[in-house]
Every structure is written in C-alpha cells, then in structure tokens.
C-alpha cells in the first residue's frame, strides 16, 4: 500500500515531463529574445543604411519580416506552457470551479487537436517552400515555412504537458522558482 504523502507514479512522470517541458520552454525563451534582437537590429541597420549610409541594402526588410515570423511563433509554445495563450479566463472565472477544470481539459483538447493538425499541414508546406525562392535573398522558403510545422509541434507537446501537469497535481516549475525568489 502507498503512503499518503509519497508521489504517486503519475505525480513522478509529470515531474519528469514537467522538468523538460520547463528546459525546453527556457531554451525557446532566450530563442525568441535574440530574434527580438536580431529583428531590431536588422530594423535600425535598415533605417541608418537608408538615411545615413546608402550602401543599397535590399534585404533589411525581407529579412526582418522572416526574423519576426519565428519570433513571433516562437512565442506561442511559452505562451502554452505558461498558460497564457488566451485561454478565455474570463469565460472561466465565470463559471463554479467544478465547471473550470472540465471545460479547460475541453479547451486544451481543442487546441491539441489544432495544433497537431497545424504542425502536419505545416509540414507539406515547409516542402512546398524548398521549390519557392525569396523575392531578394534568392534562398528557399523552407526556412520561413519550417516555422509553422517546428512551433505547432512544440505547442501540442506544451499544451500536453500542461494538460498532464494538471490531471497529476504538479506545480510547473516556473512557478515554484518564482516563488523561491521571493
């Protein structure tokens, strides 16, 4: 028989996923964040070479747009494991709390589903991107396009987890160093 204080089986795997869940999400942070700063970069290059240095450069905006484009994707997945995706919670916080937990796992049902189908889909347009080329860079658009099929994976796995997290009675981990530094 288990004791009552011990982690159940489902608690341990949680924690486990949960511990990777919050690797991955840490390493997509500090992703996102040097985009932000590649695209700003980029943006204030393109604005000082058109004003200042007319050296020609085309490619600013073009690349900046792209940058923005898996920033801005990259984005999703924390938002996921984070719970901050919209989520309607004002909807929720309408409802008694024995309706929150069912409706969420509807809610996070839903966007699984979304995502997965996002991500298969996002594939046969990532190889249909290998045959097109960019208006100025001449590269292909498998970069750009690979954004939708890598993001929606690594959402449908946050959502997972989060999902997972929730049925065990785990606390993220984000939440816990948080609250360690206070």
């Known amino acids: 028989m288990q004791e009552h204080n011990s982690p159940s089986a489902l608690q341990g795997a949680a924690r486990k996923l949960e511990t990777l869940a919050y690797r991955i999400n840490y390493i997509t942070e500090r992703i996102c964040a040097l985009l932000v700063a590649a695209m700003i970069s980029v943006v204030w290059f393109g604005i000082a070479e058109r004003y200042a240095l007319a050296l020609g450069a085309t490619w600013t905006e073009e690349l900046a747009r792209y940058i923005m ?28 709390l024995s309706w929150q937990k069912p409706l969420r796992l509807l809610l996070d049902s839903l966007g699984l ?20 080329y960019a208006t100025i860079f001449g590269m292909t658009m498998l970069v750009p396009f690979t954004s939708v099929p890598v993001t929606a994976t690594l959402t449908a796995f946050q959502i997972v987890v ?16 948080e609250a360690a530094k206070c």
């Open 162 to 177: 989060t999902m997972f997290r929730e049925a065990a009675g785990v606390t993220p981990l984000f939440v816990e160093k």
């Open 113 to 132: 589903c979304f995502f997965l189908f996002l991500a298969f889909y996002g594939l046969s347009m990532a190889k249909q991107g290998a045959h097109q």
């Open 69 to 96: 484009i898996w920033a801005a994707l990259l984005a999703v997945p924390c938002c996921a494991y984070r719970r901050e995706h919209i989520g309607l919670d004002l909807l929720f916080s309408r409802f008694p």
